[in-house]
């Protein structure tokens, strides 16, 4: 085994973290991710969050708390990439989540339509 094989094995992968409690999204993401060989980590709760070491974040800002958690998380400093998600009439929660600098905040629609470029990182 080479060096860089060992690094690459010495060194656990952290899967995607993904905050949804709405089991329609939740699934139609964990299959995509499957699909897609892409480890995720669900997870229903906001206060979840706060424990979970990761690099990308994709979340429901629609959800309770989970802007404050994603903000939060954000700020701990570990995180790559923040993709929220929320309603397109929800204009003060994407304000909120813009101005918080989370990464990307697609309404619905537009996340459905991209969801397997963004399990992919491509977006």
């Not at 204009?91 to 813009?98: D, H, K, M, Q, S």
């Amino acid at each position: 085994m080479s060096s860089l094989q060992n690094d690459a094995a010495a060194t656990p992968s952290v899967p995607l973290l993904v905050l949804v409690r709405d089991l329609l999204f939740s699934s139609r993401i964990a299959v995509a991710a499957r699909h897609l060989g892409v480890e995720i980590k669900l997870l229903r709760e906001s206060r979840q969050l706060t424990a979970e070491a990761g690099g990308r974040l994709i979340v429901d800002l629609n959800q309770a708390g989970a802007l404050d958690a994603a903000i939060e998380w954000r700020r701990g400093g570990h995180a790559r990439q923040v993709i929220g998600f929320v309603a397109h009439v929800d204009a003060e929660t994407i304000r909120r989540a813009r101005d918080a600098g989370i990464d990307q905040v697609l309404p619905r629609s537009r996340f459905v339509a991209e969801l397997e470029s963004l399990l992919r990182g491509d977006a």
